[in-house]
């Protein structure tokens, strides 16, 4: 019950951006996704008093895709669920 108008230039309705949806579908099984972590450190004294972890993604070649590109696709497609559950189970352990 809606209308849908192509534009080639929206990033939403590209082909990178259909390759991407594809590959988030496969990413947790294939070992595409992984986590990095960064420390915060307390300025002042110089201490690590925690660490962020970051979500990096890789194609089936090994070639890096950027988050500004993944987790918009990721969160359009509902797939940022499924990163964010493996995301915390990852973490913990």
């Not at 986590?35 to 925690?50: F, K």
């Not at 660490?51 to 359009?76: C, H, N, Q, W, Y």
């Amino acid at each position: 019950n809606c209308t849908w108008l192509f534009d080639p230039n929206d990033p939403q309705s590209s082909d990178v951006s259909e390759n991407i949806a594809a590959l988030l579908k496969i990413a947790i099984g294939q070992d595409l996704v992984s986590l990095v972590y960064q420390p915060i450190q307390n300025v002042a004294s110089g201490r690590v008093e925690a660490v962020e972890a970051l979500m990096r993604l890789k194609m089936l070649d090994g070639t890096s895709v950027p988050p500004s590109l993944f987790i918009p696709v990721a969160e359009r497609t509902g797939a940022v669920l499924e990163l964010g559950r493996w995301a915390i189970r990852t973490v913990c352990t």
